[in-house]
């Protein structure tokens, strides 16, 4: 019987694997450790004003995502070719145009949906986090990692404001995704919902008590900024 | 360090790219978008008679079969050559009274009976509101009503476009025993007014300006409609 041996062809070894190390921190770190909300502490004001309810939240958080993914990769494609002293005007259209794009599309095919998020959708453009990371690792790195680093920051972003709404939807409305979830019996017995929790000063409590939280947790990021 | 004429070209290249690919999006997806309008419109019309259907084809040929569009004025006569679809609200409000051209849609429902259909624009607290308002043949009772906003607090006011406060409209009266016009006023729970309950439903607490919003804007929308339906009630 005779033995097949497959011989391998050698790997390029100067070309880094897909999911290597550094490119896995570049997309998990975001979720965590580097959090861009709470430990960046970019796209607060975002995270004040569509925390209300969970479903925009959501949204939000898809949309930036996509948007910071495809940003960061079309500067890192361009970043050479890009001259210093407007790069962020550079940037700036870049993601004007992304966003712009998902809204027409949006407009065209999800209607529902884009009548929801109107006013939300423009508000990326203006979100700290997209050009944050553009200037900060997109200018700098290949267009793979700074790809995934905008997926893995839309996510850390999303992770912030969807634990935000919950409580926020919850205590604020009884409701969550518009469901009711607290009882009628509480109300019979005097209980209110509270009035604080839909408006935006909730979110930065909320936004500080996570921050605690997190950094009671992760040691890593005792005296990090 | 880049010289300055690469600098310009480069802002002067991206510029036009982005320009033509805005262009060409918009363009070609303008069809597209004007039909989701279009059939938005006549979802809410149809909302505003409790009519639950989401199904692009059955609104479309619920609204050709059922509604009847029509223009009137404020003196209570017909207007012709003007088509509802080239009317905008919010510019006819800018005029004069006298001077308006007023979209009036009729819904045909059950056992021919009429509901009078009225659109509604105004002003919320951070935006545009509008909706649509079905009054029955009595010229008095509202069937029912349909809100929506552009950019209101969610939780808040943007509760205008949801169904527990729509509902409050419905078996309201808008004209009160002398067949004055009281219209439906949207106030506080608590607060003390002169009408009956029949002409008011809950204001939304913590929505307090998009709430007058609604009431100015009921208001100011039906009344011109009156002279029309006293009309059509002596006829």
């Not at chain 1, 999911?19 to 997309?27: D, E, I, Q």
């Not at chain 1, 509270?194 to 000063?201: A, D, E, R, S, T």
């Not at chain 2, 949801?162 to 409209?169: I, L, R, S, T």
């Amino acid at each position: 019987m005779s033995v097949e041996t497959t011989v391998e062809a050698p790997k390029a070894t100067k070309k880094e694997a897909l999911f290597s190390k550094k490119n896995r921190r570049a997309l998990f770190d975001p979720l965590d450790d580097n959090n861009p909300i709470t430990v960046q502490v970019l796209g607060i004001c975002s995270a004040l004003a569509v925390t209300v309810q969970v479903k925009p939240a959501m949204i939000m958080a898809v949309g930036l995502t996509f948007v910071a993914a495809f940003s960061s990769l079309i500067i890192a494609l361009i970043r050479d070719s890009i001259p210093g002293r407007i790069r962020m005007i550079v940037q700036l259209i870049i993601v004007a145009l992304l966003v712009t794009l998902v809204d027409q599309v949006l407009k065209a095919y999800m209607f529902d949906v884009s009548k929801k998020l109107s006013v939300f959708v423009g508000l990326i453009i203006t979100n700290c986090i997209v050009m944050g990371r553009l200037e900060a690792f997109a200018m700098a790195q290949k267009p793979w990692p700074a790809f995934l680093d905008g997926i893995g920051n839309g996510l850390g972003y999303g992770i912030i404001l969807v634990v935000v709404a919950v409580f926020r939807e919850v205590f604020g409305a009884g409701t969550l995704l518009g469901f009711k979830v607290i009882p009628q019996w509480f109300y019979d017995h005097g209980y209110v919902n509270n009035g604080l929790m839909v408006l935006p000063p909730a979110a930065l409590f909320l936004i500080g008590i996570y921050i605690w939280w997190q950094r009671s947790r992760n040691t890593k990021l005792v005296n990090v900024s | 360090m880049h010289s300055n004429r690469y600098t310009f070209l480069f802002a002067a290249a991206i510029s036009v790219i982005t320009a033509i690919l805005l262009a060409f999006t918009s363009e070609s997806l303008k069809p597209l978008q004007e039909a989701n309008v279009a059939l938005d419109k006549k979802t809410s019309i149809l909302r505003s008679v409790r009519f639950e259907g989401t199904d692009r084809t059955v609104i479309e040929n619920t609204y050709a079969s059922q509604v009847q569009e029509m223009v009137v004025n404020s003196k209570g006569e017909e207007v012709s050559g003007v088509k509802t679809e080239d009317i905008v609200v919010k510019n006819e409000l800018a005029k004069p009274v006298g001077d308006r051209n007023l979209p009036l849609y009729v819904y045909s429902g059950e056992a021919d009976k009429k509901y009078y259909v009225i659109p509604l624009y105004g002003t919320g607290l951070w935006g545009p509101i509008w909706g649509y308002i079905a009054i029955e043949n009595d010229f008095n009772t509202v069937y029912g009503s349909f809100f929506d906003h552009k950019s209101e607090t969610p939780g808040l006011g943007a509760e205008i476009a949801e169904k527990p406060f729509q509902q409050q409209f419905q078996g309201k009266k808008i004209m009160d025993d002398d067949n004055q016009f009281i219209s439906v006023n949207v106030v506080k729970a608590a607060a003390k007014v002169s009408f009956g309950d029949e002409h008011r439903v809950d204001a939304i607490s913590g929505g307090t300006i998009t709430s007058t919003g609604t009431d100015k804007m009921l208001k100011v929308c039906m009344e011109p409609y009156l002279a029309y339906f006293n009309k059509l009630k002596t006829k």
